[in-house]
């Protein structure tokens, strides 16, 4: 019997798909393909396409022969800057995909969606923690809810299944993303050291020692293949969440050790604002420490990294849906942050 499963991971260079990959390219069971605008290198058994999803003729020019997909995992995001305007590109983009592959993949077996703590409100202000799989949804407009419901419908009385997969802030290396946590402390950290400022905590005071929850991305790559593969997981969601809570009050000063500086106390400073003259001063410290050759743009999650600091409420989910399923990895928060930090360093993203 022929064990060899081909994924579709849709969304490739994010900060999600990409940790993704990497994963699926560790097992010997699975082929893969990427899917982007940018598209990238094709290597082994990983394969890359450059698509554009909003176009529907340009999907159906390039996915029309991907016959031997069995696995499709959504992570592509396009944004947008306000809530509405969120739906119409992301629903759109969902269903050029299904709609260029199920008439063709013949073997499909599953479609996993990427969702995350916006299925409970957590971007709109405080919400019931920790939230759960079964908690309502609210008065839309909210794009998770229509990509969910476009699948649900499209599953019924199909061979495959669907997962939704929900994580929290996710914490991974990727460039060229629009939320990215950890890249946007380490440059921003890296910029105090070069200008002999302490790391000042740059959020609302009132965010300092909420309690908050992380997703590391290779841990969330292993759920996600999990969810994927075990049947027991049809057609169901889970909150996926590294299993440890965190107060940037006692983070923070760990991240500033990791970079040899004092801790500050907070001070609402838009990095949006602060950032946007700085470009200069990331290519001093660039040439200064050899650095690789990425734009400060590629660089630059700060609009997303000002929306976490300003969250003066508690942002947590309840992730042991997916332990009773059989998922028990765990990642400690800590640990994760350093590990992605000492990655980038080993990348030459930052000194
Ligand atoms: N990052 C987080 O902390 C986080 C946390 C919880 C939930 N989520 C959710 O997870 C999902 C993925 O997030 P992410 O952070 O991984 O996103 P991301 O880093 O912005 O990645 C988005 C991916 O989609 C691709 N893409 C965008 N427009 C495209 C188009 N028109 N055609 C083809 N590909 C396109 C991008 O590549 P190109 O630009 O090359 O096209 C990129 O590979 C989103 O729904 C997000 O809300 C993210």
């Not at 994010?14 to 994963?23: P, Q, R, W």
């Not at 049947?231 to 970079?259: T, V």
């Given at each position: 019997?022929?064990?060899?499963?081909?994924?579709?991971?849709?969304?490739?260079?994010?900060?999600?798909?990409?940790n993704?990959?990497a994963?699926?390219?560790?097992?010997?069971?699975?082929?893969?393909?990427?899917?982007?605008?940018?598209?990238?290198?094709?290597?082994?058994?990983?394969?890359?396409?450059?698509?554009?999803?909003?176009?529907?003729?340009?999907?159906?020019?390039?996915?029309?022969?991907?016959?031997?997909?069995?696995?499709?995992?959504?992570?592509?995001?396009?944004?947008?800057?306000?809530?509405?305007?969120?739906?119409?590109?992301?629903?759109?983009?969902?269903?050029?995909?299904?709609?260029?592959?199920?008439?063709?993949?013949?073997?499909?077996?599953?479609?996993?969606?990427?969702?995350?703590?916006?299925?409970?409100?957590?971007?709109?202000?405080?919400?019931?923690?920790?939230?759960?799989?079964?908690?309502?949804?609210?008065?839309?407009?909210?794009?998770?809810?229509?990509?969910?419901?476009?699948?649900?419908?499209?599953?019924?009385?199909?061979?495959?299944?669907?997962?939704?997969?929900?994580?929290?802030?996710?914490?991974g290396f990727a460039l060229?993303?629009?939320?990215?946590?950890a890249l946007?402390?380490a440059?921003?950290?890296s910029?105090?050291?070069?200008?002999?400022?302490?790391?000042?905590?740059?959020?609302?005071?009132?965010?300092?020692?909420?309690?908050?929850?992380?997703?590391?991305?290779g841990?969330?790559?292993?759920?996600?293949?999990?969810?994927?593969?075990?049947?027991?997981?049809?057609?169901?969601?889970?909150?996926?969440?590294?299993?440890?809570?965190?107060?940037?009050?006692?983070?923070?000063?760990?991240?500033?050790?990791y970079f040899?500086?004092?801790?500050?106390?907070?001070?609402?400073?838009?990095?949006?604002?602060?950032?946007?003259?700085?470009?200069?001063?990331?290519?001093?410290?660039a040439?200064?420490h050899g650095l690789a050759?990425h734009?400060?743009?590629?660089l630059?999650?700060?609009?997303?990294?000002?929306?976490?600091?300003?969250?003066?409420?508690?942002?947590?989910?309840?992730?042991?849906?997916?332990?009773?399923?059989?998922?028990?990895?765990?990642?400690?928060?800590?640990?994760m942050f350093m590990d992605i930090f000492d990655d980038f360093r080993r990348r030459k993203v930052i000194p």
């Amino acid at each position: 019997m022929d064990t060899q499963k081909v994924a579709l991971v849709v969304g490739a260079q994010g900060v999600i798909g990409c940790n993704l990959i990497a994963h699926l390219r560790d097992q010997d069971d699975w082929n893969v393909v990427g899917l982007s605008r940018r598209g990238g290198e094709s290597a082994g058994r990983t394969q890359h396409i450059a698509v554009d999803l909003l176009d529907k003729e340009d999907a159906r020019a390039k996915l029309g022969g991907l016959r031997q997909v069995t696995h499709i995992f959504y992570a592509a995001y396009q944004h947008r800057p306000t809530w509405a305007e969120l739906v119409a590109p992301n629903l759109a983009m969902l269903v050029n995909t299904l709609e260029s592959i199920e008439p063709v993949a013949g073997n499909l077996q599953h479609v996993s969606l990427m969702q995350g703590y916006k299925v409970y409100g957590g971007h709109l202000g405080p919400f019931k923690t920790p939230a759960r799989e079964t908690d309502a949804h609210f008065m839309p407009p909210e794009f998770m809810f229509d990509q969910q419901t476009y699948l649900e419908n499209r599953q019924q009385g199909k061979p495959w299944s669907w997962s939704g997969i929900r994580p929290a802030v996710v914490g991974g290396f990727a460039l060229g993303n629009p939320m990215n946590l950890a890249l946007a402390i380490a440059v921003y950290a890296s910029m105090s050291k070069e200008l002999g400022l302490p790391l000042r905590f740059p959020g609302k005071p009132g965010s300092y020692d909420k309690l908050l929850e992380m997703t590391d991305a290779g841990l969330l790559a292993k759920a996600t293949a999990w969810a994927a593969t075990d049947p027991r997981c049809a057609n169901e969601a889970f909150n996926i969440g590294n299993g440890d809570l965190f107060r940037w009050s006692e983070m923070w000063p760990k991240i500033a050790r990791y970079f040899d500086l004092e801790a500050a106390p907070p001070l609402p400073l838009s990095l949006t604002s602060v950032m946007a003259d700085k470009a200069d001063l990331w290519k001093q410290i660039a040439g200064k420490h050899g650095l690789a050759p990425h734009s400060f743009t590629d660089l630059s999650s700060w609009e997303f990294s000002d929306f976490v600091f300003s969250w003066d409420y508690d942002m947590f989910g309840d992730s042991s849906k997916a332990r009773r399923f059989g998922f028990h990895e765990y990642v400690e928060t800590e640990r994760m942050f350093m590990d992605i930090f000492d990655d980038f360093r080993r990348r030459k993203v930052i000194p």
